[in-house]
């Protein structure tokens, strides 16, 4: 049943060097792995489990229980995960079961009339003494339904059985049989639609009159079609004074069961009063139950550990949030009024330093710059006229007019010079994409780009105001980032400004923090604008003041508030 099994074996409890059983069946001896996990099976109590996450393989060892007795130990090395194994523990549970059946079966062979030449009658009382006695060894209704399901099976040579009773006591009203076990089966799961069959076969038993009604066998042919078997049939379990407490159903494989029909009849009738009996008793489950002095010394013992607990020290760390920015950010802005022409990089790549990243349209400014060559060029030829004419006063007007005009000439020659705008260092465009605003006007002074240095980043914490003062520069702390969420990024504190900044009815204040050289690794990762919570560390305190500090200090300032 279990696929992936790479070896496997049986040995004595007591001789664990002697290999009962083995898979493969051609393999020489026991891994040294599975040898050291048995040694040290028997010096603990309980199951062995051990797990190689690598290679993906489950070590276990576990009793294989035969009449009760832990008489063999099984170690099973399985590819699996660790995920898989409760479904492999289940599994072995019930290839257990099947192993004790197979074993009552074996034993009931080599005690039948056949082989040890007892009369037929003898035998059957030497088989319902051993119900009897099976039934009664345990004080639990369902395990011991159980247990006396199981060797019906077996002595009947049946496919399953099953015991179902009515919980509740004689004679406190009509209540419908349910099913308490099966053969096969130590736990029942109500939801599965097997338990609902069953239990409706019941109920056709108790509104029927006898065993020969047609309804009851009605429902006993329709449960035996669905399950296709040879043939069901249910037998009522009876107090001593006759009335109804319950029921056995029988699943055969053969059509013609009517000798297993007796022998069920006559055993219903010796087991019912002792059903009765058992069924009223409380349950060996409500005995394990502690009283109620005991009770209430697990509570004082673990409200002495609470509050013990209160004053063992642990680490105190301040939550902040946090964010990524740049060690340095240079802005590139628009050097006078104008249309944008080209973009040729935008938010997210890296630039080398004066790349040119974007041009402004020079028409408007070369037309300017030919308007004030013109108006220059009509001064000097005035300038000439007046110095030809002799007029010195007005030469001096027309010569002061030419040096305006050459100042604004130069001061269009430096903004065509401007208009292409190039990155004033190396590192990251961390605003600024302007691709998709080609001819669009743009401002004088407007910030188009900026850029941050590629691995050069500093943190910038928002610390609520209730923490601030505990904080002092130089501080360590731990970042843990959205985009990185399982890593762990050092930094120190170097400056907590003095400014607020008030958000969800909170103040907050900024303090920024540089990447010590532990962060290196994690330089090449880090994008700034990447937000995330950053842990500072202010050594230990103890665990009572971390729970209630704040509500002490809140308690504090309302009292401070309210005393006059």
């Known amino acids: 049943m279990l696929p992936g099994v790479s070896h496997a074996v049986v040995v004595k409890t007591d001789r664990i060097e002697k290999i009962e059983a083995q898979w493969p069946v051609d393999s020489k001896a026991i891994t040294p792995a599975m040898l050291s996990a048995i040694k040290l099976y028997q010096q603990q109590a309980g199951s062995l489990t051990s797990i190689d996450n690598q290679a993906e393989q489950l070590l276990l060892v576990r009793p294989i229980k035969i009449d009760e007795q832990d008489s063999s130990i099984l170690c099973l090395q399985i590819h699996a995960n660790p995920q898989q194994q409760p479904v492999i523990e289940q599994l072995l549970a019930w290839s257990e079961q099947w192993v004790e059946l197979l074993v009552a079966r074996h034993n009931e062979a080599e005690t039948s009339p056949a082989s040890v030449g007892l009369p037929q009658e003898s035998t059957k009382a030497l088989s319902l003494a051993s119900l009897l006695s099976c039934m009664t060894s345990s004080l639990n209704l369902a395990e011991s339904c159980h247990r006396l399901a199981r060797l019906l099976t077996v002595s009947l040579k049946a496919e399953r059985i099953s015991i179902g009773l009515i919980r509740r006591p004689a004679g406190t009203g009509e209540a419908p049989i349910t099913l308490v076990a099966t053969s096969d089966n130590k736990t029942l799961d109500t939801k599965q639609p097997a338990v609902k069959a069953i239990e409706d076969v019941f109920r056709c038993l108790q509104t029927s009159k006898d065993n020969e009604d047609q309804n009851l066998q009605q429902c006993e042919q329709a449960y035996a079609s669905a399950r296709n078997i040879g043939s069901v049939f249910t037998t009522p379990l009876l107090q001593s004074n006759k009335q109804l407490i319950g029921a056995i159903l029988v699943e055969s494989k053969f059509e013609d069961s009517h000798r297993q ?249 900024r303090a920024e923090a540089s990447l010590t050289a532990a962060s290196a690794t994690y330089q090449k990762k880090l994008r700034p604008g990447m937000e995330g919570v950053g842990k500072i560390e202010l050594g230990n305190r103890r665990l009572g003041w971390i729970l209630f500090h704040d509500l002490i200090d809140w308690l504090h300032l309302r009292l401070w508030t309210w005393i006059p």
């Open 261 to 509: 029909q007796l022998v069920i009849e006559k055993t219903a009738r010796l087991i019912g009063p002792l059903l009765d009996i058992k069924r009223l008793l409380p349950d060996k489950k409500s005995s394990v139950l502690p009283d109620i002095r005991h009770k209430s010394k697990i509570v004082a013992g673990v409200c002495a550990l609470a509050l013990g607990s209160l004053f063992m020290e642990t680490g105190y760390r301040v939550t902040s949030k946090a964010t990524v920015e740049g060690e340095i950010q240079r802005a590139v802005v628009a050097p006078y009024d104008g249309y944008l022409q080209k973009a040729h990089y935008r938010a997210g790549e890296s630039v080398f330093a004066d790349s040119i990243i974007a041009e402004l349209d020079p028409n408007q400014l070369l037309l300017e710059k030919q308007k004030l060559q013109s108006q220059i060029d009509q001064h000097n030829k005035d300038y000439r006229q007046a110095l030809s004419n002799m007029e010195y006063a007005n030469s001096q007007i027309v010569r002061a007019q030419i040096a305006q005009l050459d100042a604004q000439l130069n001061l269009v020659h430096n903004q065509l010079q401007q208009g292409t705008l190039t990155a004033p260092i190396s590192g990251i465009i961390i605003t600024g994409d302007l691709s998709q605003s080609l001819g669009a006007p743009i401002s004088k002074g407007e910030v188009l780009f900026e850029i941050a240095p590629a691995e050069a980043y500093r943190v910038s914490l928002f610390i609520p105001e209730e923490n601030v003062a505990d904080i002092q520069i130089g501080t360590q702390g731990t970042l843990a980032l959205t985009a990185l969420p399982n890593h762990r990024i050092p930094f120190k504190i170097d400056n907590i400004s003095i400014a607020m900044k008030e958000s969800e009815q909170r103040t907050y204040f």
